[in-house]
């Protein structure tokens, strides 16, 4: 099984992201929380979404999950420390996800599968 349901959380449902190594929710039909919704086939173990899903977040490099680039480094280094946006944006079709171009982690522009729950 791909995706994980929220217990008291009615239509939420959850995978886990290989690019972020943190888990995307998206709220479907039946839903009780505020929010967009997205269209479902219904399959726990092959998913598909509809539209695309995009998260955004920023972060504080910490030469951790995410790669520095030189900018970064000289943040760290003792210039002012900034925030970095990240942008996770993808299609997930079949049980695979496909990452979009605009994503700001290492496997934008790829296709791979979503790991089992």
Known sequence: ????????????????????????????????????????NGSMDAPTF??????????YPSGGAFPMDDEHARVIA???????????HSFVRDGRIEYCGDSTHKLAGQTVELPEW
């Not at 349901?5 to 995307?24: D, I, Y």
């Not at 509809?50 to 972060?59: A, G, N």
């Not at 003792?78 to 996770?88: M, N, S, T, W, Y």
């Open 78 to 88: 003792g210039e002012q420390l900034k925030a970095i946006d990240h942008v996770c």
């Open 1 to 40: 099984m791909k995706l994980h349901t929220v217990e008291n959380q009615p239509g939420m449902l959850v995978f886990q992201c290989p690019a972020c190594g943190n888990c995307h929710n998206v709220l479907v039909e039946g839903a009780t929380r505020p929010g967009p919704r997205w269209g479902w």
């Open 50 to 59: 509809t539209p695309s899903i995009k998260v955004t977040s920023k972060h």
